[in-house]
């Protein structure tokens, strides 16, 4: 079985994605960079995140020779090497700044294509990446102009400047996903502050040259509303430690090739961000943009799995003949194949609305404001759960192969488990669904769209629109029982409102993609997404769709 040499070049349908979101020239420039950085995430960097896993992975130098506390984070050479690529790339930077011979930025659409070709063999490493991202979106957007011109040009560094890795730290002991119970000090030093306290769960520590923080300075109230916002470097000009001091790191059931550490806040230098009662609401920004990364991630690890999983299904034989031959793994690959391109499909159309909402030169309405964040929600809920789907269907697919860590698929799998957890639990994204809807009418701003979208739809596609059609109307009885009940019942229902809008939308993703795109195997990609998504088939299925399309969805043979 030849392994794959370029991700960028294996994926047809990202190309039509792009083709349909970036224009001419963008679009020129961005493929042949992605070709170059697929064929790297798919060589070098694949070869490096192995070692990396299992015997490169971070570790924490507590003390120097002489008994001197000094906190410094050791990686390995190679994990080194795949930092100074990635970020070159300009998957940070050429969001904010010109991107040489181009002569204009890029855009968060370029940025996340990289990350789904980069989390397809190191989703680990993409955490620092997200945490960068953010950092460089909360300085550029609220940090004073002196703040700004010491941090951010090193935080979207191309190669040209020293690069500072950012980090996000809000995860206190005492609190978790209850961020009002934060209780790290901020006491004001001249015109700067000085932190005191802990985060619980700090990742990228010792590699970030800057973390945004967020802290409680004196006087202010309780709860979310008293929180600040704080740029603090990690060490000082003279390269000593800024007062801040590494307990210990996690460690981790995956995602080892971040570090996340409990850290502590000994009178660590800090330069506050924006207005003082604002932070939290900062913080919430950089968090949905986080949301975004952790559903690319989770996009790329499910087309990895898959790969690995058709790959290796006309490879290996059994009763002589390739796995590929018998039915039931053919409805497997095809269901695979189909739900990856739809949810990859529906990600990147959210990139893109993404991009018009945090771009200042575009206006945007309310209404694309609040389903931004709504699709948000649903789709990082859905895309981490499918994620861990993948993997193990990838594993159960290879037999005990599939358990042994000389092949990808048990990095995959602990790489996923924890996309369920980042940024928001599936209980969180299902509370955060409900107050967009209860503060923002969220749910009528969707079942509008999504009606508008569906009499687009062309005649010949109708049939594939009435299972829609009918969630729909569920999600409308479901919409009246709790839009008129108490908040128990609310927050009960709140999970399977998100599930029914994600299944609505991704559905009608699929039919777009099908009669957009156009072609035979769109039509059958869509066909068996909607028969699968709403078990139309649970019990019964005489026409085995997922058989009969297999050769033009999955293939006759190995792409590589």
Not at 202 to 221: D, P
Not at 262 to 282: H, M, Q, S, T, W
């Amino acid at each position: 079985m030849r392994k794959m040499e370029n991700f960028y070049h294996e994926d047809p349908h990202l190309k039509e994605i792009l083709e349909s979101y970036l224009d001419k020239d963008f679009l020129t420039w961005a493929d042949h960079e992605l070709n170059t950085f697929g064929e790297l995430c798919a060589g070098e960097i694949d070869e490096r995140a192995v070692h990396t896993d299992r015997e490169g992975q971070p570790k924490l130098i507590k003390y120097n020779r002489f008994g001197e506390e000094i906190s410094e984070i050791w990686v390995n050479e190679g994990y080194k090497k795949t930092v100074e690529q990635t970020y070159n790339k300009g998957i940070v930077g050429y969001i904010h700044k010109e991107i040489p011979g181009l002569g204009r930025k890029g855009n968060y659409m370029y940025s996340y294509a990289q990350g789904y070709l980069l989390s397809q063999t190191e989703p680990g490493f993409y955490c620092p990446v997200t945490l960068s991202m953010a950092t460089a979106l909360l300085l550029e957007r609220y940090a004073s102009p002196e703040v700004k011109a010491r941090f951010l040009p090193h935080v979207l560094s191309t190669g040209e400047v020293e690069l500072y890795e950012g980090a996000t730290f809000l995860t206190e002991r005492q609190g978790g996903s209850d961020v009002g119970a934060n209780d790290t000090k901020a006491v004001q030093d001249g015109e700067s502050y000085q932190l005191w306290g802990e985060k619980y769960f700090a990742s990228n520590s010792g590699m970030c040259g800057v973390t945004m923080v967020l802290a409680r300075i004196e006087g202010s109230g309780k709860g979310t509303k008293g929180l600040s916002l704080f740029a603090v470097p990690w060490r000082n000009d003279d390269g000593s430690l800024n007062g801040i001091h590494i307990r210990r790191l996690k460690d981790k059931l995956g995602v080892r090739a971040v570090p996340s550490a409990e850290v502590e806040f000994k009178g660590a230098n800090a330069y506050l961000v924006g207005e003082p009662d604002r932070g939290i609401y900062y913080m919430m920004e950089a968090l949905n943009l986080s949301r975004i990364c952790n559903a690319v991630a989770s996009i790329g690890i499910m087309r990895r799995a898959y790969l690995e999983a058709r790959n290796y299904a006309f490879h290996r034989e059994a009763f002589g003949q390739p796995l590929a031959h018998f039915p039931m793994i053919k409805e497997s690959l095809t269901r695979l194949a189909s739900k990856q391109e739809v949810e990859t499909s529906a990600v990147f159309h959210l990139v893109h609305l993404y991009d018009r909402v945090v771009c200042d030169d575009i206006p945007t309405t309310e209404e694309e404001s609040v389903l931004n964040r709504l699709l948000i929600a649903i789709l990082k809920k859905e895309s981490a759960e499918q994620a861990i789907h993948f993997s193990h269907e990838a594993i159960e697919l290879h037999g005990g192969n599939g358990y042994i860590e000389d092949f990808v698929l048990p990095r995959l799998l602990r790489d996923a488990q924890v996309l369920t957890v980042w940024e928001g639990t599936a209980n969180i994204l299902g509370l955060e669904v409900l107050r967009l809807m209860n503060k923002h009418r969220a749910h009528e701003y969707f079942l509008t769209r999504m009606k508008d979208e569906l009499s687009l739809v062309p005649e010949e596609f109708i049939l594939l629109t009435i299972p829609v059609t009918e969630g729909i109307v569920k999600l409308e009885q479901l919409l009246t029982l709790v839009t008129t009940s108490n908040h128990d019942t609310q927050t009960y229902h709140a999970k399977r409102m998100a599930e029914l809008m994600v299944h609505i939308f991704e559905s009608v993703v699929a039919l777009k993609d099908a009669y957009t795109f156009g072609g035979k195997r769109k039509r059958m990609i869509a066909d068996v997404f909607i028969e699968q998504t709403w078990k139309r088939t649970e019990w019964m299925d005489e026409e085995m769709k997922s058989v009969q399309y297999f050769d033009e969805i999955v293939g006759g043979k190995v792409r590589v």
